[in-house]
Every structure is written in structure tokens, then in C-alpha cells.
């Protein structure tokens, strides 16, 4: 029997589920596939509805960790088996190799020399990196990060030389290791769904047609344009913005669910915008929209703004002008009139698709369309965005719920 | 605001699910349909606004919308339909409604509704060559080469039936395109005074969509259907050539004093274009039923009017082609049965016609002429 907890996911449902059973006791293991803890909110630019930055609640949580010798977190790695049964697991985990040790202090001096660069996958391809590297400059832990498939490894070597702490090492390896665990959370959060499957959106082939999370990266100050909002192609301030709501959500095709935050989503993105660009002009186009609870009152303020004009009517069509601009076909259905308009960028609010969707499960549970939905008998819960599309706020709320029933699992046996 | 009094017509929305529009009530009012459909207008535009008018049952709304008609059915709108709403099918349904109730007397429009009434369509014309059988033979199969005017001659029995025929089938057309300009009126789409005449757009019509079939070429979706539509088409044609020159020879040829006889010889250009058009038709036949088997249900369902004109076409196409090879053949105990039923077949596609699918060639066309006159036509025109 084992008296710890796995929690698979070290985004913000993992850490909330993970600190608060080890703040009442608990030894838990945090398991996260990138190099680094936090999850998208780290890739966030701020949140809704408060518009603070991602940064404020994830610091907070990086400290309690630090401070906790009961939470033990392992970067890079993925569950790779599970046996045993409930209260006494056995979890057989895979870690990548990283190329860089603990002596790292962030310097950067590696950057420098480093003559490989890759597309950087936390920026969703806006930016580059090199193949050392660190996701972005809150990233913990702070420690950089060399991309194996990309380094041209010992031939090359730059780095280590000029490495004065002795922290690289190009001849890491792959590790297995096996845990012992009582009970399981699963807080493998979601992924943007994959634009390149909505066809008549563009396929994700028009270069100004970006998606919700790529203009989180465009407008984040830590993002591959520092902060300035400016459209991919050209570099260009943009001052006709479309947002395309449902895009790929709400849709037998694609998501047949709705996400959720994809409406709050963009309606932050409009406040963040204007406030950059007074004299920008911006189309909501959407089915509905979806401020649930007391968000209303944050649609209401949006509503407010006389440049920011809302289009009952679904984007059916985008396509790429000469010049780099988006045309955006759509029936407003108010009017019921069809037109085509043409926008400098447009923005794709695509929904929320389950890490765990089409993914070949190591977990006993019952999944649909991606979503956790059954486990509890067998001591495995799950938390956030795993369960069911939600925001931040209530995803953490429902990782307090699991950490007390993985505790209960743990007490009851 | 002003306020609009919706009176739905609850018994109308439960027969256009029957007739074929059963997942309308599906839609959710997103209007991709009306966007990716590319011969849907500017202002408007179809099939989103009919989805809603389906759904809160506004009859009359419906039934004089000339949009119906310009829908192709090409399917793709359905295809990205994202809640299975199935736009394309719930057209077909108006149309199909359309055709139960443009023409008189409505008692046919109900018999071509449902299967139920297959035995009376298919008893009537059975009925009649049986007793021409009779009155001919003595139902008995004639000895010697055969010839099916030995049991059904043409100058006392198949002319004069399908003369009469075709007398009702365009009479109750007529009646049937008068109702249908008076449709379009009442919706408020009235030609401008500059705009030109209806019989230069019908002519205009003919020639640079229906002979090359444009319209339906644009959809992306469905290409089989495309394909399908113009072989089933032009064989038709082929076919219509080939009656109307024997026609023509048989009766001019009397005045004459020179006729043209049937059966003509194998070697006859006007057998090789019959033929043509036979193979043409089977081809089409087969293209059209592997699109309609393998249609994702999810996304479309064929109506019982799709079935019936196929099944009708199908058996007319195979039955024809019987009588052809079983009389080559020389095996008169099968060759003049199927001829008969040939006769059967034919009758149901013709008498029938405008309560079928098949009177989409003339109120389709009808209202392409017209939207061509008012200058309604798809964003990208």
C-alpha cells in the first residue's frame, strides 16, 4: 500500500491538485510531458475576466512547491504503464532526456553560441529558438533545455565550451522509472484543436488567419513579438480585426461540444487589442455567445465599445486576398444578408480538444470525445480541462476536488 | 422592436419531415449553409433562413420561395453542416412538398407520397395494357418473329394512350407554372422593368447552365452526383430524339405514303443513338445509386421521391433493354411479357410526372428563368 499520489499534468490543475494534498501531508509526484510546470496558462498573455497576467497565480504555486519537499515533479516525462490496483500502483514512467543538469543558473551563454534554431513549438510556430533553449523566462524550472531532434550533438559541442558551470550533457539519456502510488489524478489538460483539419477555414494554410492561443503568444510580452500585436505576414499593425468563434467547436465534424471559453477567450482579446490599438475596428462573428454566470457583465462591458461590432453568423469561408489580407465570408442573419469582408488579420477562436483525445490511453477509464469520465471506484480522478472544457478559475477548483477524494482513496482503504 | 405574430403550422413542419426533411429541427441557426453554398444570393440568401422558417412551420412562406429551386442539392452544405441538420435534404423535402402540391389533381400528389400507394400507380397503367393484351391476343404470346406490335400495335394502342398522356401531363404543367409564377410574386420577387423578357432567360438558361450543367459542376462535394446527373441527362435525351424521329417517321411517313417501321435493323444510325442513350442512361443509374447507398447518413437520407424516380428509371432502363435482348435473342415467352411491363414503367415515369421528382426539369428550370429575370443569383455570379 502506498500513501502518495501521481498527478499526470503539471498544468494548473496539476499543481493546484498536487499542492493542495501535499500542504495537508501527502507525498505526490507531478508528471509533466514539457520541460517545464504550468501548462498553457503559461502561454497565456492574461487572464479573463480580470486581465491580470498568467504569471500572478502560477508564481504563487511555483513558490509553494519550492517550499514543499512533498511535491517531487519530473519534466519531460509520460506514463508509459500502470498496474497494480487501487491504493497500491505501480507507475512506470519515461523521461526524456533534457541535455542540461541541475548546475544550469539560465545564463544564456549557450544561446549565444548555439547555431541551430528550431520552430518554437511554445510560441505555436510564431517564433524561433535555438536548439538550447528556455520556453519562455518564467519557466520553471529554470533550467534550459536542449531539442534531441534538432542538435547536431557532440559534432557541434559549441555549447559546452562555453558552459562555465558544467551543465550540459549532449550524451543524456532516456530514464524509466517506477513509482509507487495509492492514487492517480489526471490532469492532462487540452490542446488547441488542430486548425489544419478545418478546410474551409483555410487549413490553417492562410498566414494572417491565426489561431486564439497564437494571439495570446502575439500579444504576451514574454511572445515572439514582445508584447506588439502585429499580424504574422507582413509584421503589420493590424486595424481590422474578425474573431471566428466555434471554430472547430460545436460541430459534429470537429468538437461536437462547445468549449467553453472560446467566447471569454476572445472578448479578452478584443480589451487587449483596443488597448493597444485605439482606432482598431473589430467583428466578433459567432452562433451564440457564451458568457456564462457572471461573465455577462464582462460581455456587456465589450458590448459597450462602439468599435467592436458583433455579427450573429458563422464564418463558413476564409481566403487569402494578395496582399496578405483575410476575406472573411459570413451571413449576418439579423440582416440576412451574405457578405464578404476583408479583415488584416483574423483571429480563429478554436476550441478546447482533450490531451487524452486519440490518444492511445495508459489509464483505465472510461474516456469520451476525449474527456475523462469514470475512475473513481478505481482510485484515478480527474481534474481541469482532462474532465471537461473550463476556465482556469474552475479548473482549479475542480483539482481541490480531486486532491480530496485522491486523499479519501488514500484514508478509506 | 417590431413584433411579428408567428402562427406555426404544426401539421405542415410533421409532413415536410416526412416528405423527407426529418432532421430539420437539428439546425441550429449557425448559417454555414448559406455561406458555403456558392449559387446562394447576397441578400437573402438560402438555405439557412429556410431552416428556421421549417422549423417554426411557416407554410406560406415556404411554399413561395423560389430559392428551392435554385438549390442543386449538390450536398454541401449538409456536408459541413455542424449539427447534421442536413440543409440539402430539407430543400429536397420543400421540393418534394412542392410537387405533391403545384399540380392537380392533388389525389396523384398524394398517391406519389408514399409507397403505400405503389400497387394503384403501378395497377393502373398494368391494368390498361393487360386488357389491350386481351382485346389483341387473347393474352397469348404470338408465334413467328417477333414483334411487339403484334400485341400492343402502336397506331390503336401505344399512341393514342400516350398522346392522351402527354395531353395531361402539359396541361396540368400549365396549370402547375401558373401557380408557381404566382408563388414568386406573392414573395415580392417582381422582374424589373429593364430586366429582360422570361422566354429570352429560359432561352439563355438552356443554353449556358442546363446543357452544360454549370451550376451543379460547382459543387465540390459531390462529383459523383455531377457525373451522374449528366449521363441520366443526356441519355434521356437521346432517348427522347430517337421516340420523337420514330414518331414523326411513323405518322409523317403515313401522310407520306413512306413510314418508318419498327423495329428498326441494328445497323440503323437511329438504333445506335437509342442505344447510346440506353447506356448512357444505366451508367447514370449506376452512379447516381452508389452515391445515394454510400451517403453518410449522418449528413444526408434519401426521401422516398429520390427512390421512387430512380427505382421508376431503373426499371424502365432495364426492362428496355430486356425487350431489346430477349427479342434479338428470339425468346418470345419472356420478350413480350417484359416488353409489357417496359410499357408499365414508362407510363408510371410519364403520366406521373408532374407529382414526381422528375417535374424538377420543368419548375426548375421555370425558376431559373425567372431568378435570371429578377438578377437573383449566388454571391460569386
Not at chain 2, 129 to 137: H, M
Given at each position: 500500500?502506498?500513501?502518495?499520489?501521481?498527478?499526470?499534468?503539471?498544468?494548473?490543475?496539476?499543481?493546484?491538485?498536487?499542492?493542495?494534498?501535499?500542504?495537508?501531508?501527502?507525498?505526490?509526484?507531478?508528471?509533466?510531458?514539457?520541460?517545464?510546470?504550468?501548462?498553457?496558462?503559461?502561454?497565456?498573455?492574461?487572464?479573463?475576466?480580470?486581465?491580470?497576467?498568467?504569471?500572478?497565480?502560477?508564481?504563487?504555486?511555483?513558490?509553494?512547491?519550492?517550499?514543499?519537499?512533498?511535491?517531487?515533479?519530473?519534466?519531460?516525462?509520460?506514463?508509459?504503464?500502470?498496474?497494480?490496483?487501487?491504493?497500491?500502483?505501480?507507475?512506470?514512467?519515461?523521461?526524456?532526456?533534457?541535455?542540461?543538469?541541475?548546475?544550469?543558473?539560465?545564463?544564456?551563454?549557450?544561446?549565444?553560441?548555439?547555431?541551430?534554431?528550431?520552430?518554437?513549438?511554445?510560441?505555436?510556430?510564431?517564433?524561433?529558438?535555438?536548439?538550447?533553449?528556455?520556453?519562455?523566462?518564467?519557466?520553471?524550472?529554470?533550467?534550459?533545455?536542449?531539442?534531441?531532434?534538432?542538435?547536431?550533438?557532440?559534432?557541434?559541442?559549441?555549447?559546452?565550451?562555453?558552459?562555465?558551470?558544467?551543465?550540459?550533457?549532449?550524451?543524456?539519456?532516456?530514464?524509466?522509472?517506477?513509482?509507487?502510488?495509492?492514487?492517480?489524478?489526471?490532469?492532462?489538460?487540452?490542446?488547441?484543436?488542430?486548425?489544419?483539419?478545418?478546410?474551409?477555414?483555410?487549413?490553417?494554410?492562410?498566414?494572417?488567419?491565426?489561431?486564439?492561443?497564437?494571439?495570446?503568444?502575439?500579444?504576451?510580452?514574454?511572445?515572439?513579438?514582445?508584447?506588439?500585436?502585429?499580424?504574422?505576414?507582413?509584421?503589420?499593425?493590424?486595424?481590422?480585426?474578425?474573431?471566428?468563434?466555434?471554430?472547430?467547436?460545436?460541430?459534429?465534424?470537429?468538437?461536437?461540444?462547445?468549449?467553453?471559453?472560446?467566447?471569454?477567450?476572445?472578448?479578452?482579446?478584443?480589451?487587449?487589442?483596443?488597448?493597444?490599438?485605439?482606432?482598431?475596428?473589430?467583428?466578433?462573428?459567432?452562433?451564440?455567445?457564451?458568457?456564462?454566470?457572471?461573465?455577462?457583465?464582462?460581455?456587456?462591458?465589450?458590448?459597450?465599445?462602439?468599435?467592436?461590432?458583433?455579427?450573429?453568423?458563422?464564418?463558413?469561408?476564409?481566403?487569402?486576398?494578395?496582399?496578405?489580407?483575410?476575406?472573411?465570408?459570413?451571413?449576418?442573419?439579423?440582416?440576412?444578408?451574405?457578405?464578404?469582408?476583408?479583415?488584416?488579420?483574423?483571429?480563429?477562436?478554436?476550441?478546447?480538444?482533450?490531451?487524452?483525445?486519440?490518444?492511445?490511453?495508459?489509464?483505465?477509464?472510461?474516456?469520451?470525445?476525449?474527456?475523462?469520465?469514470?475512475?473513481?471506484?478505481?482510485?484515478?480522478?480527474?481534474?481541469?480541462?482532462?474532465?471537461?472544457?473550463?476556465?482556469?478559475?474552475?479548473?482549479?477548483?475542480?483539482?481541490?476536488?480531486?486532491?480530496?477524494?485522491?486523499?479519501?482513496?488514500?484514508?478509506?482503504? | 422592436?417590431?413584433?411579428?405574430?408567428?402562427?406555426?403550422?404544426?401539421?405542415?413542419?410533421?409532413?415536410?419531415?416526412?416528405?423527407?426533411?426529418?432532421?430539420?429541427?437539428?439546425?441550429?441557426?449557425?448559417?454555414?449553409?448559406?455561406?458555403?453554398?456558392?449559387?446562394?444570393?447576397?441578400?437573402?440568401?438560402?438555405?439557412?433562413?429556410?431552416?428556421?422558417?421549417?422549423?417554426?412551420?411557416?407554410?406560406?412562406?415556404?411554399?413561395n420561395d423560389i430559392d428551392i429551386w435554385l438549390?442543386?442539392?449538390?450536398?454541401?452544405?449538409?456536408?459541413?453542416?455542424?449539427?447534421?441538420?442536413?440543409?440539402?435534404?430539407?430543400?429536397?423535402?420543400?421540393r418534394?412538398?412542392a410537387y405533391?402540391?403545384l399540380a392537380?389533381?392533388?389525389?396523384?400528389?398524394?398517391?406519389?407520397?408514399?409507397?403505400?400507394?405503389?400497387?394503384?400507380?403501378?395497377?393502373?397503367?398494368?391494368?390498361?395494357?393487360?386488357?389491350?393484351?386481351?382485346?389483341?391476343?387473347?393474352?397469348?404470346?404470338?408465334?413467328?418473329?417477333?414483334?411487339?406490335?403484334?400485341?400492343?400495335?402502336?397506331?390503336?394502342?401505344?399512341?393514342?394512350?400516350?398522346?392522351?398522356?402527354?395531353?395531361?401531363?402539359l396541361?396540368t404543367f400549365a396549370s402547375a407554372i401558373g401557380n408557381l409564377f404566382n408563388s414568386f410574386k406573392?414573395?415580392?420577387y417582381?422582374p424589373?422593368?429593364?430586366?429582360?423578357s422570361f422566354w429570352k432567360c429560359l432561352i439563355d438558361i438552356v443554353?449556358?447552365e442546363i446543357?452544360?450543367?454549370?451550376?451543379?459542376?460547382?459543387?465540390?462535394?459531390?462529383?459523383?452526383?455531377?457525373?451522374?446527373?449528366?449521363?441520366?441527362?443526356?441519355?434521356?435525351?437521346?432517348?427522347?430524339?430517337?421516340?420523337?424521329?420514330?414518331?414523326?417517321?411513323?405518322?409523317?411517313?403515313?401522310?407520306?405514303?413512306?413510314?418508318?417501321?419498327?423495329?428498326?435493323?441494328?445497323?440503323?444510325?437511329?438504333?445506335?443513338?437509342?442505344?447510346?442513350?440506353?447506356?448512357?442512361?444505366?451508367?447514370?443509374?449506376?452512379?447516381?445509386?452508389?452515391?445515394?447507398?454510400?451517403?453518410?447518413?449522418?449528413?444526408?437520407?434519401?426521401?422516398?421521391?429520390?427512390?421512387?424516380?430512380?427505382?421508376?428509371?431503373?426499371?424502365?432502363?432495364?426492362?428496355?433493354?430486356?425487350?431489346?435482348?430477349?427479342?434479338?435473342?428470339?425468346?418470345?415467352?419472356?420478350?413480350?411479357?417484359?416488353?409489357?411491363?417496359?410499357?408499365?414503367?414508362?407510363?408510371?415515369?410519364?403520366?406521373?410526372l408532374p407529382?414526381?421528382?422528375l417535374a424538377h426539369l420543368v419548375y426548375r428550370t421555370v425558376a431559373l428563368a425567372y431568378a435570371r429575370q429578377i438578377?437573383r443569383?449566388?454571391?460569386?455570379?
Amino acid at each position: 500500500m502506498s500513501n502518495s499520489i501521481l498527478i499526470v499534468g503539471g498544468g494548473f490543475s496539476g499543481l493546484t491538485a498536487a499542492l493542495e494534498a501535499a500542504e495537508v501531508g501527502y507525498e505526490v509526484f507531478i508528471v509533466e510531458k514539457e520541460p517545464y510546470l504550468g501548462g498553457r496558462v503559461s502561454q497565456l498573455n492574461k487572464y479573463f475576466p480580470k486581465l491580470c497576467p498568467p504569471t500572478c497565480g502560477l508564481e504563487i504555486n511555483f513558490q509553494r512547491i519550492k517550499k514543499n519537499p512533498k511535491v517531487k515533479f519530473f519534466t519531460l516525462s509520460e506514463v508509459t504503464k500502470i498496474s497494480g490496483s487501487p491504493g497500491n500502483y505501480e507507475v512506470t514512467l519515461k523521461i526524456r532526456p533534457r541535455f542540461v543538469n541541475n548546475n544550469c543558473t539560465a545564463c544564456g551563454k549557450c544561446v549565444e553560441v548555439c547555431p541551430v534554431e528550431r520552430e518554437s513549438d511554445f510560441d505555436f510556430g510564431l517564433g524561433k529558438t535555438k536548439a538550447i533553449y528556455l520556453s519562455h523566462p518564467m519557466a520553471m524550472p529554470q533550467r534550459y533545455v536542449i531539442d534531441g531532434d534538432v542538435c547536431s550533438g557532440t559534432s557541434c559541442g559549441k555549447c559546452l565550451s562555453v558552459c562555465e558551470y558544467k551543465a550540459i550533457n549532449l550524451e543524456d539519456q532516456e530514464k524509466e522509472i517506477v513509482l509507487n502510488v495509492g492514487s492517480i489524478v489526471i490532469a492532462t489538460g487540452w490542446k488547441p484543436y488542430d486548425i489544419t483539419k478545418l478546410t474551409n477555414l483555410g487549413a490553417g494554410q492562410i498566414k494572417n488567419a491565426i489561431t486564439n492561443m497564437q494571439m495570446e503568444r502575439l500579444a504576451a510580452a514574454n511572445g515572439p513579438t514582445g508584447g506588439k500585436i502585429l499580424r504574422p505576414s507582413d509584421n503589420k499593425e493590424p486595424k481590422k480585426i474578425a474573431f471566428v468563434q466555434c471554430a472547430g467547436s460545436r460541430d459534429q465534424n470537429h468538437l461536437n461540444y462547445c468549449s467553453y471559453i472560446c467566447c471569454m477567450a476572445s472578448l479578452k482579446q478584443c480589451i487587449y487589442i483596443r488597448e493597444q490599438y485605439p482606432d482598431a475596428e473589430i467583428v466578433i462573428y459567432y452562433i451564440d455567445l457564451r458568457a456564462p454566470g457572471r461573465y455577462e457583465k464582462f460581455l456587456k462591458k465589450v458590448q459597450e465599445d462602439e468599435k467592436i461590432k458583433m455579427v450573429k453568423g458563422k464564418v463558413a469561408k476564409l481566403e487569402e486576398d494578395g496582399e496578405g489580407n483575410v476575406i472573411v465570408t459570413a451571413e449576418d442573419i439579423i440582416e440576412g444578408v451574405k457578405k464578404e469582408e476583408v479583415y488584416d488579420l483574423v483571429v480563429l477562436a478554436t476550441g478546447m480538444q482533450p490531451s487524452l483525445d486519440g490518444v492511445e490511453g495508459v489509464f483505465d477509464v472510461e474516456v469520451k470525445e476525449g474527456f475523462v469520465v469514470s475512475g473513481e471506484e478505481k482510485g484515478i480522478f480527474a481534474a481541469g480541462c482532462a474532465k471537461m472544457p473550463l476556465d482556469v478559475m474552475t479548473s482549479a477548483e475542480t483539482a481541490t476536488g480531486a486532491a480530496l477524494k485522491a486523499i479519501q482513496n488514500l484514508v478509506r482503504r | 422592436m417590431a413584433r411579428l405574430k408567428i402562427e406555426p403550422d404544426i401539421q405542415f413542419i410533421k409532413e415536410l419531415q416526412e416528405a423527407g426533411g426529418e432532421s430539420l429541427k437539428k439546425c441550429y441557426q449557425c448559417a454555414t449553409c448559406s455561406v458555403i453554398c456558392p449559387l446562394s444570393p447576397e441578400e437573402n440568401p438560402f438555405p439557412r433562413k429556410e431552416m428556421i422558417w421549417a422549423q417554426w412551420g411557416l407554410k406560406d412562406k415556404l411554399v413561395n420561395d423560389i430559392d428551392i429551386w435554385l438549390c442543386h442539392n449538390c450536398g454541401e452544405c449538409s456536408d459541413l453542416c455542424p449539427r447534421g441538420a442536413s440543409p440539402g435534404d430539407v430543400l429536397a423535402a420543400l421540393r418534394n412538398m412542392a410537387y405533391r402540391s403545384l399540380a392537380k389533381p392533388a389525389i396523384l400528389g398524394k398517391w406519389l407520397s408514399s409507397a403505400r400507394y405503389l400497387p394503384i400507380l403501378f395497377g393502373i397503367p398494368a391494368l390498361l395494357y393487360l386488357i389491350i393484351w386481351g382485346f389483341t391476343t387473347g393474352l397469348t404470346i404470338p408465334a413467328g418473329t417477333i414483334e411487339f406490335g403484334k400485341v400492343f400495335p402502336g397506331d390503336y394502342t401505344i399512341d393514342p394512350v400516350f398522346g392522351l398522356v402527354a395531353i395531361f401531363v402539359l396541361f396540368t404543367f400549365a396549370s402547375a407554372i401558373g401557380n408557381l409564377f404566382n408563388s414568386f410574386k406573392s414573395s415580392g420577387y417582381v422582374p424589373k422593368e429593364d430586366a429582360p423578357s422570361f422566354w429570352k432567360c429560359l432561352i439563355d438558361i438552356v443554353k449556358e447552365e442546363i446543357i452544360t450543367h454549370s451550376k451543379f459542376q460547382k459543387c465540390s462535394s459531390n462529383a459523383e452526383r455531377y457525373q451522374g446527373h449528366l449521363l441520366l441527362f443526356y441519355g434521356f435525351v437521346a432517348l427522347l430524339i430517337v421516340t420523337s424521329i420514330v414518331a414523326v417517321g411513323h405518322w409523317g411517313g403515313k401522310l407520306i405514303g413512306h413510314q418508318l417501321h419498327t423495329p428498326l435493323s441494328l445497323l440503323n444510325p437511329i438504333k445506335w443513338l437509342a442505344n447510346i442513350g440506353a447506356i448512357l442512361l444505366i451508367a447514370g443509374l449506376v452512379l447516381i445509386t452508389r452515391m445515394r447507398l454510400n451517403t453518410d447518413p449522418a449528413k444526408s437520407v434519401s426521401s422516398y421521391y429520390d427512390w421512387y424516380l430512380l427505382g421508376v428509371i431503373w426499371a424502365v432502363g432495364l426492362t428496355g433493354i430486356g425487350s431489346e435482348v430477349l427479342r434479338l435473342a428470339n425468346v418470345p415467352g419472356l420478350a413480350y411479357p417484359v416488353y409489357y411491363l417496359h410499357l408499365v414503367f414508362v407510363f408510371m415515369l410519364i403520366a406521373y410526372l408532374p407529382w414526381t421528382k422528375l417535374a424538377h426539369l420543368v419548375y426548375r428550370t421555370v425558376a431559373l428563368a425567372y431568378a435570371r429575370q429578377i438578377g437573383r443569383k449566388g454571391l460569386d455570379e
